[in-house]
């Protein structure tokens, strides 16, 4: 088999392609426009795999000629700060949904099968726990980012009717873990980022005690190798999510290795977006296993900031 992954030079790209394990696993062709500059993740890349780098964006003509030699497209390129999508909506409209359009027209007409990571950002504010058969007038996403993964979903089974696309939407929660190219926008991330550098962390105003879903690195990396695998190409949309926190649990976990760190209230676009939580039943149904753990993902990076010299000590037992 050969698979395509486009911005799999990211923070979930850089990890897969060190831990592809697919069956008969031929060619790995890598895409990537170095827009995020994560030169570092070609650094060291494992042996004994067929990769092939190609410094293009995804709406380059070249992308025909890949998706043509191509069984299974991940397409992970995409702008993902949600907090900063407001300021950058025009760069969300070309890469999230013309750029998705390109390539998913491309797996439409060559019959490549197309792995989608939509975001759990698109369920917004809601009540009880929420799953995959939540209609779409309840769906709520709340920023320009979480807006464009629903456009891309609705997209993805338009060209399913017309065009017999095939495809599988992951509505990931958010990643939380250490990889080399990894990003720090994200809730836990940047936490742990912020008290490893001696700063506050900066939540936002109301969010303290607001569930929201998350997303173990590796439990993300193990979902996709799984669809891949099972050649799971079903039109259908399944959760991928470790567990879900408060923000409060979150800050308690880091605090409990950072005891010094201090909090710090800040305003948000998106603080309108209030709690939810996310059922991973469907997936676990299909057979998938959640193996993630919080405390060991905040462990994993605050480790490798360990000799950022800012004066607070990391405790090393609790
Ligand atoms: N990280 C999360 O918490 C999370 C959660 C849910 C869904 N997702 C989705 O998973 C995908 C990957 O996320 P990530 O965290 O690895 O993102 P990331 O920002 O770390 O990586 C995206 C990569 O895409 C590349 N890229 C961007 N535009 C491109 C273009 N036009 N052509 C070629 N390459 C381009 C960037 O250079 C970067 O290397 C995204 O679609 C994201 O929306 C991520």
């Not at 308690?252 to 948000?268: A, G, R």
């Amino acid at each position: 088999m050969n698979i395509c992954i486009t911005g799999a030079l990211g923070h979930i790209g850089s990890k897969l392609i060190r831990n592809l394990s697919i069956d008969n696993l031929e060619k790995v062709y890598i895409v990537d426009n170095f827009l995020t500059q994560r030169y570092a993740s070609l650094f060291d890349l494992p042996d004994g795999i067929d990769f092939t780098f190609y410094e293009i964006d995804v709406q380059s003509k070249i992308m025909k000629s890949i998706v043509e030699k191509s069984d299974v497209l991940v397409h992970l390129a995409a702008v993902t700060d949600a907090e900063k999508s407001f300021e950058r909506a025009d760069e969300v409209e070309k890469i999230n949904r013309k750029a998705l359009e390109h390539v998913a027209d491309l797996c439409a007409e060559k019959g490549c099968s197309l792995l989608f990571p939509s975001s759990t950002s698109v369920y917004g504010t809601q009540e009880k726990v929420v799953d995959e058969d939540c209609s779409g007038r309840e769906l709520k996403p709340q920023s320009p980012y979480a807006d464009s993964k629903l456009f891309g979903e609705r997209l993805l089974a338009e060209l399913a009717d017309k065009k017999g696309l095939k495809y599988v939407t992951l509505r990931i929660g958010t990643i939380f873990g250490y990889s080399i190219g990894m990003r720090f926008h994200t809730a836990v991330n940047k936490f742990v980022w912020q008290a490893s550098t001696g700063r506050p962390i900066t939540i936002w105003t109301t969010a303290l005690h607001q569930k929201r879903p998350y997303c173990d690195l590796s439990d993300c990396v193990r979902s996709l190798n799984f669809f891949i695998n099972k050649n799971c190409f079903d039109n259908q949309i399944y959760n991928i999510v470790t567990a879900n926190f408060t923000v409060q649990h979150l800050v308690n976990v880091i605090k409990k290795y950072l005891p010094e760190i201090n909090i710090s209230f800040v305003d948000s676009p998106i603080m309108n977006q209030l709690s939810y939580e996310v059922s991973n039943k469907k997936s676990t149904e299909l057979g998938l296993t959640y193996q993630g753990n919080l405390e060991a993902g905040i462990i994993d990076t605050m480790l490798k900031l360990r000799n950022v010299n800012t004066g607070i000590k990391m405790r090393t037992t609790t």
